[in-house]
């Protein structure tokens, strides 16, 4: 058993088997693409109290805030498992960090972890990620656009980004729901920010009809998985 808490935005805490996992915490910012931030996050750093990884997707703000990041590992000791360009920024020890590249296969603290393409031409190594533990797997998507190598993606539950601008929109997110080999697409990285609204009750509709369940979660929401 385990737990997906929606933190806005592309930020989650994932529980999966004991373990906990934060990706792409955006706890405190403000602006989101330089438009303000509409939806506040539902927790500060400085109240997380447990975390086991932290895994980022790629440099850019709204994904990986520096202080954030470094004050959950100074308060947990959490490994934080990043691309190149994430980690060089970190002003954390070294034992603390583990590099993400596509295409690789792990298992750390008893997780299972695919590091998988993403496709974000304004990121210099984007990254997604399929983590499995205690029979259940989730995928990460990071920012991306819909690519053919989703249909290699295997995971009970589908983080998938459907604002637009620089990533997929509800259109192209409807066609990777269809390609993707998932039970449950959740939708994330919308409604932040005026540049990426989204009428999000269309995707939802849209994705009903076909293999895959659709999840809408609020923002704070938890579900049990």
């Known amino acids: 058993m385990g737990s997906i808490w929606y933190l806005g935005h592309s930020g989650f805490e994932v529980e999966l088997g004991g373990v906990v996992i934060y990706i792409d915490p955006f706890l405190e910012g403000t602006e989101v693409g330089g438009m303000r931030r509409e939806i506040a996050a539902p927790l500060r750093p400085g109240e997380v109290d447990k975390a086991d990884l932290i ?17 959950i590992v100074g308060r947990t000791n959490a490994l934080v498992i990043a691309p190149h360009a994430v980690l060089k920024e970190l002003d954390i020890p070294s034992s603390n960090k583990m590099e993400a590249v596509a295409g690789e296969n792990f298992v750390v603290k008893g997780v299972e972890v695919k590091v ?6 304004q990121s210099e190594c984007p990254v997604g990620y399929i983590i499995k533990k205690g029979g259940r797997s989730v995928y990460h998507a990071g920012d991306t656009y819909e690519f053919g190598g989703m249909f290699d993606i295997y995971a009970d539950y589908a983080l998938i980004p459907i604002g637009g601008t620089y990533t997929m929109d509800v259109y192209s997110a409807e066609k990777a729901a269809k390609e993707l080999n998932c039970k449950y697409i959740i939708p994330m990285h919308y409604n932040t ?6 009428n999000v009750s269309e995707f939802i509709r849209e994705i009903e009809s076909k293999k895959v369940k659709p999840i ?7 579900i049990q998985i």
């Not at 980022?56 to 990986?64: A, M, P, Q, V, W």
């Not at 920010?193 to 989204?198: D, G, L, M």
Request: glycine content about 6%; overall charge positive.
């Open 116 to 121: 998988v393409q993403a496709v974000h031409p």
């Open 55 to 71: 895994m980022i997707t790629h440099e850019h703000r709204d994904h990986f805030e520096k202080s954030t990041v470094e004050t």
């Open 193 to 198: 920010s005026e540049k990426i609204r989204q």
């Open 216 to 222: 809408l979660m609020k923002v704070g929401g938890r």
